[in-house]
Nanobody, 121 residues
Framework: VQLQASGGGLVQTGGSLRISCTAS???????MAWFRQAPGKEREFVAA????????RYADSLKGRFTISRDNAKNLVYLQMNSLKPEDTAVYYC????????????????WGRGTQVTVSS
């Protein structure tokens, strides 16, 4: 599967942004996830969703502000980010795997290039 993230940009504190990930050839994937990585920090789990059924999981610290969704017909996964904070600044990556939702990045075998999200204070 090939993944392409898009929609990143510069937003002010308190603003909202929606980023997207297109999954080409997703037949052999069952889970799509978003991770993020800030400069000097490890890549961290943000949210994940299953193509079938739409069950989702979020990082505890982001619940209530971020929402992951998918459009099966368009092979798209979205991450709606609200009430953004400067600490949300990072490169956001989409990833895919077969099986169950996991929060460890090394358990995902397909990755997109990432899209930069910058939240100004």
């Amino acid at each position: 599967v090939q993944l392409q993230a898009s929609g990143g940009g510069l937003v002010q504190t308190g603003g909202s942004l929606r980023i997207s990930c297109t999954a080409s050839g997703r037949t052999y994937t069952s889970v799509m996830a978003w991770f993020r990585q800030a400069p000097g920090k490890e890549r961290e789990f943000v949210a994940a969703i299953k193509w079938s059924g739409g069950s989702a999981r979020y990082a505890d610290s982001l619940k209530g502000r971020f929402t992951i969704s998918r459009d099966n017909a368009k092979n798209l996964v979205y991450l709606q980010m609200n009430s953004l904070k400067p600490e949300d600044t990072a490169v956001y990556y989409c990833a895919a795997r077969q099986g169950s939702i996991q929060v460890v990045p090394t358990l995902y075998n397909s990755w997109g290039r990432g899209t930069q999200v910058t939240v100004s204070s």
